[in-house]
């Protein structure tokens, strides 16, 4: 490698014409990067650099994930993953049945049964207090009068 950071590889004659070709424009760029940057003096002009590059990837963003390719790719990928999820949904389920293990349906139906059961017993329950009330009230009487 000599000095001045410059290497003349050799490579096949086919080649040689094309890499030639993008070693000049790569040094091409380099230098105007370096040009670029050596005139921004202070920290304002980075800034506004850095807002101009981010506002111009941000709207390049914004209309390739507007275009019907996008869309219809994020479609079909959405789509794959609904169709996989059910999928898998399913194959727990079938797994689950076959050993016997319950599922979260099972489970919340339990639930639901366990529910409506204890509303039952509870409705029972405050009969059975407004009864006893009712009872004691008749034997306080009874002894009051007796």
Do not use: C, Y
């Amino acid at each position: 490698m000599s000095n001045n950071g410059e290497t003349k590889l050799k490579f096949d004659p086919v080649m040689q014409p094309f890499v030639d070709f993008w070693s000049n424009t790569m040094q091409q760029a380099n230098d105007a990067t370096r040009e670029m940057f050596d005139g921004l003096d202070d920290g304002s002009q980075i800034k506004n650099l850095q807002r101009q590059w981010m506002d111009s990837i941000s709207q390049s963003m914004d209309a390739f994930m507007r275009t019907p390719a996008f869309l219809e790719a994020m479609k079909h990928n959405t789509d794959a993953a609904v169709k996989f999820k059910r999928q898998a949904d399913d194959w727990a389920s079938e797994m689950a049945r076959n050993a016997n293990i319950p599922t979260t349906g099972d489970i919340s139906g339990l639930f639901e049964r366990l529910h409506s059961v204890e509303e039952i017993i509870l409705k029972r329950l405050a009969r059975i207090d407004e009864r006893l009330e009712s009872l004691e009230v008749q034997l306080r009487a009874g002894q009051l009068t007796g």
